[in-house]
């Protein structure tokens, strides 16, 4: 895999990686879409989350399975704190953990990557986690609905994020 810094960070701050893969050529952890806005998500050969689009696609009705497994390794807290400590700043600590899991990603037989053009951006969209965090620690079922952007759905139903696995209880941070 080709790996060249975005634009952004050639002038001095880090925003990502543009890569090019090689291979495969069918990613294991792939989306795929039927007729009757019916969605699945398989990781190999196994179905991790079934889900239905709403008519004016404003969210899905989703059941999670129970089999997807991360393609990333556990991250121990003292390998983060290595990683940190041993960066010179804040645009090395995100060039490093960048490029760890681009490799990560790579290595990984059950995991996303694919042939094609990739950008790997730092960080998150504002909208997406901090705003949502309470709601994926107390409401997170196995089957439900979620609305994307929260289009005037029950407030629960407003998290942008469905996380493909049961989240740890907030007492384990």
């Given at each position: 895999?080709?790996r060249?810094?975005?634009?952004?960070?050639?002038?001095?701050?880090?925003?990502?990686l543009?890569c090019?893969a090689?291979?495969?050529?069918?990613?294991?952890?792939?989306?795929?879409?039927?007729?009757?806005?019916?969605?699945l998500?398989r990781?190999?050969?196994q179905?991790?989350?079934?889900?239905?689009?709403r008519?004016?696609?404003?969210?899905?009705y989703?059941?999670r399975?129970?089999?997807?497994?991360?393609?990333?390794?556990?991250l121990?807290?003292?390998?983060?704190?290595?990683v940190?400590?041993?960066s010179?700043?804040d645009?090395?600590?995100?060039?490093?953990?960048?490029?760890e899991?681009?490799?990560?990603l790579q290595?990984a037989?059950?995991g996303?990557?694919?042939?094609?053009d990739?950008?790997?951006a730092w960080?998150?969209?504002?909208?997406?986690v901090?705003?949502?965090?309470?709601?994926?620690?107390?409401v997170?079922?196995?089957?439900g609905?979620?609305?994307?952007?929260?289009?005037?759905?029950?407030?629960?139903?407003q998290?942008?994020?469905?996380?493909l696995?049961p989240?740890s209880?907030?007492?384990?941070?």
């Amino acid at each position: 895999m080709t790996r060249t810094p975005l634009p952004a960070s050639l002038g001095g701050h880090w925003v990502g990686l543009a890569c090019v893969a090689k291979r495969p050529a069918r990613p294991a952890l792939r989306m795929e879409v039927t007729a009757g806005r019916r969605l699945l998500l398989r990781q190999a050969d196994q179905v991790v989350l079934l889900g239905v689009q709403r008519a004016r696609n404003q969210g899905v009705y989703y059941a999670r399975t129970a089999r997807y497994r991360s393609p990333l390794p556990p991250l121990t807290a003292g390998h983060a704190r290595r990683v940190r400590e041993t960066s010179l700043d804040d645009d090395a600590w995100a060039a490093r953990w960048t490029h760890e899991y681009l490799g990560l990603l790579q290595a990984a037989d059950n995991g996303p990557v694919h042939a094609g053009d990739w950008n790997l951006a730092w960080g998150m969209p504002s909208w997406s986690v901090a705003g949502h965090w309470q709601r994926l620690t107390v409401v997170d079922p196995d089957h439900g609905h979620i609305t994307w952007f929260g289009y005037g759905d029950p407030e629960d139903d407003q998290r942008d994020v469905l996380p493909l696995r049961p989240l740890s209880p907030p007492e384990h941070y």
